[in-house]
């Protein structure tokens, strides 16, 4: 019996093993890295004090760093891009948390949402990473779901209705969460080789996710 066959298919399993747990841990430290960046960014904004309009421009920035980062994610210019990205869109939530700082329990909602946020982020990381399962099948559905939110945002920002707004960021929960799950899934599967582009993606989730769920406790608090 010829045992080449068989031990090329388990040395090829070996290494793809070696290089899915190889992205797998340069992601999550860059994120790591990115998410303290990010933090200390917000944190100059919030000193200085930004307007709300150079917010939005700073988010308009951010998305423009998006392609740049997928442009570069293939050399070292990406761990540059990634952190300008991070950086930036750090930075534009310095009026927001400055927003809620004000609040006589603006702390408090500040730390339940990171709390909150590490808790989702971790335990769904956890459950795909335990149980390997493949979670690609919610790719449609997420992305439907994105278009609805990015829509109904459009629209909220001419229409002020505070029920559709606390709606609205119940569904981001729930769509961050499946993207935390899509996304690291992706990575343990194959189905993202680059950690740059891994971690953007569990960036983005952690980030909205946060900003969702801070929306939903400063709504419930002023209620």
Do not use: C, W
């Amino acid at each position: 019996m010829d045992r080449k066959p068989v031990m090329t298919a388990a040395s090829t399993s070996l290494g793809a093993g070696v290089e899915i747990n190889k992205v797998l841990r340069n992601t999550y430290m860059l994120l790591g890295m990115t998410l303290l960046f990010s933090a200390a960014t917000a944190g100059v904004a919030m000193a200085l004090q930004i307007s709300q309009m150079t917010a939005l421009v700073l988010s308009l920035v951010g998305f423009g760093l998006l392609f740049v980062v997928n442009k570069t994610a293939e050399s070292a210019k990406g761990i540059v891009a990634v952190f300008a990205f991070t950086g930036v869109l750090g930075a534009a939530l310095g009026p927001m948390l400055n927003h809620y700082l004000g609040m006589a329990n603006g702390p408090s909602l500040i730390m339940q949402a990171l709390g909150g946020t590490a808790v989702v982020f971790f335990a769904l990381s956890a459950y795909v990473l335990t149980t390997r399962k493949d979670f690609s099948f919610m790719g449609g559905f997420l992305m439907v779901g994105l278009i609805v939110a990015v829509v109904a945002s459009i629209a909220l920002m001419f229409f002020n209705v505070p029920a559709a707004s606390m709606a609205l960021s119940a569904l981001i929960v729930l769509l961050m969460s499946g993207f935390i799950l899509f996304d690291t899934s992706r990575i343990i599967h194959g189905g993202e080789t680059n950690y740059i582009r891994a971690t953007v993606s569990l960036y983005l989730d952690i980030y909205n996710l946060f900003t969702a769920l801070l929306h939903l406790l400063g709504a419930t608090s002023d209620d």
